[in-house]
Each structure stands twice: as C-alpha cells, then as structure tokens.
C-alpha cells in the first residue's frame, strides 16, 4: 500500500493541477478549493490529508496546534477554519515543526500569519491570505483527522490533496488511480497539441485531431 501512495504522489507530481481537474471534471468530482492561494511561490503539494476542523471558541479549550504532533512524514495538513479571515490557526512555531517533520505541506481555508518565516523556511503553505492576529481565545480545535469541508469541497483523511501556482485540488482515495490515468491522457493529448501547433498545424486542426474539446466531458 504504501509503495503504491508513493506512486501515485510521484504521477501526480509530474502533472498540473488543470490537466489533474479536468480528469476529476470527467468523473464528474468537485473538486477545486476555490479562493485559496500560495504564500510561497512555485512550491508544488501532493500528499495525504491530515485533516483538522476548528471552531468558534467557548467555554472548552484545547490545545492550539497540537494536531500536528500526530501527522506523519508526507502528510499535507487540511485545517479547515470555515474561511474565517479575522485570525489565523497557523504561524512560525507550527512551520518550524512542519519542517522538522518533513511534512509535505499545508492547506487553509483562513488564514496564516508569520509569512516572513513561512517564506524564509520555504514551507509549502496556500489559504485565503494572511493576517497577524491570532486564534488563541477566537477558535478552538474541535478534531482531527475527521471529514472536514475546504472551500465547500469535501475532504477525508487520507484523501489526495493536490496544489500548484493554479490552485488546490481534493482527490478521493478510492479514485485516485483512476483520476491519475485520466490526467495523464489528457496530459499526453494537450502536449500533442502543442507540438501538432510548432509543427505548422492551426488551432483547429490540432484540436479536433487530438478532440480537445471533449477531454474533460463526462462520458454518459
């Protein structure tokens, strides 16, 4: 199992996150996580989510980032904090302890603070933004490595998650495989076109000769 998890990160790794979505597209799987963005440009995730939900704080409090003692190397850490910009539920403690554990990245629906040292330490990280004040007394973690929903996508523990300069994707374990082998022939197709394109061929010709039109559609 665990050679075949290397596998499929390495295939995903050698692909963009369009041709990876228009693959999904065809399956008919939302999977897109819209509004969220890079802190550090051109770093590249692909890894198993480690999810984590928090909440609104009340009377209970836990532990602020103590998840992240929990996560294995390789793991992308899935915080979903409901899109609230007004704090933040990652900075430089939790990015040196990332690090250290070589884990492969971060996902946010929120935000983070600490960017300077996110970007010194050249952390893969992508949210809605950044803003400095924290969570501590705002939000409170209510679990980890449950479903939780990223951008109104869906995410299982364990699940594929995907993101490059384009933006972040959600791929269900169950359909990797199948995803990855549809990537790779869309892949294939679009360089096709391109060198069809160099070689003198129109946009046209070379469209309808490799049916880019269709290359996302459902077939049903």
């Not at 939790?94 to 952390?123: F, M, N, P, S, W």
């Amino acid at each position: 199992m665990a050679e075949s998890k290397n596998e499929l990160i390495k295939g995903f790794m050698a692909l963009s996150t369009p041709s990876v979505s228009d693959a999904l597209d065809r399956l008919k799987i939302r999977c897109g996580c819209q509004g969220l963005a890079p802190i550090v440009a051109g770093k590249k995730i692909v890894g198993p989510a480690f999810t984590v939900k928090f909440l609104p704080i009340a009377q209970v409090k836990t532990g602020a980032g103590d998840f992240i003692d929990e996560a294995q190397e390789g793991d992308v850490i899935v915080i979903d904090n409901a899109g609230r910009l007004y704090c933040t539920v990652w900075g430089d403690i939790l990015t040196h302890v990332a690090v250290q554990k070589k884990l492969a990245g971060t996902v946010i629906d929120g935000v983070c603070r600490d960017v300077d040292g996110i970007r010194e330490l050249g952390y893969p990280m992508y949210t809605r933004g950044h803003f400095m004040v924290t969570g501590k007394d705002r939000v409170v973690m209510e679990s980890f490595n449950k479903p939780v929903a990223i951008c109104d996508i869906q995410v299982h523990p364990g699940d594929m998650m995907m993101a490059d300069q384009s933006g972040v994707l959600v791929i269900p374990q169950n359909r990797a495989e199948e995803v990855l082998a549809l990537a790779l022939e869309i892949d294939a197709a679009e360089q096709k076109i391109v060198a069809s394109i160099r070689e003198g061929l129109t946009l046209k010709e070379a469209r309808v000769r490799f049916n880019y039109d269709a290359l996302q559609r459902a077939k049903d």
